[in-house]
């Protein structure tokens, strides 16, 4: 499956194996974790918010324009929801391509678009507080 919304951490050797071609010279990936620190607040967890049907639809759209603007072979989004905790994988972009530029340009692209697009929300967990995140901004819940 090359979109995927899921709980479970991600398998990246199946994900490579999902775009594995002859014709491809380059794979680029994009691999996103929680991270201990943000706005300057430790970080205990983050709560990812879906709508599955919804987020993934639009992260298929995204899948879709990415494979008509670049030459690419093929691409992948991947993104976890529920609760994680620092250190796990968020999100998971693979692209092939056959040459190393235009795998690196897309994959910027859909992790830019996911970000921007995909109906995900979502809560840090610190030790001041929980805190929505909108874009730059935190909201304290």
Not at 104 to 117: G, M, P, Q, S, T
Not at 121 to 132: A, C, I, R, S
Request: aromatic share 10%.
């Amino acid at each position: 499956m090359k979109v995927r919304l899921m709980r479970e951490r991600f398998d990246i050797i199946e994900a490579l194996s999902a775009l594995r071609t002859s014709e491809c010279g380059a794979y680029v990936m994009f691999l996103g974790q929680v991270r201990s620190e943000s706005h300057g607040r430790h970080v205990k967890r983050l709560i990812y918010e879906a709508y599955p049907e919804m987020a993934e639809g639009e992260m298929a759209r995204i899948r879709e324009e990415a494979l008509r603007r670049f030459p690419i072979l093929d691409a992948l989004i991947w993104h976890r929801y529920g609760e994680l905790d620092v250190g796990e994988d968020t999100i998971l972009i693979l692209v092939s391509a056959k040459h190393r530029k235009e795998a690196f340009e897309a994959c910027a692209w859909l992790i830019d678009e996911v970000k921007k697009r995909v109906p995900l929300w979502k809560k840090e967990v610190t030790d001041e507080g929980t805190f929505w995140i909108e874009g730059d901004r935190a909201v304290k819940e």
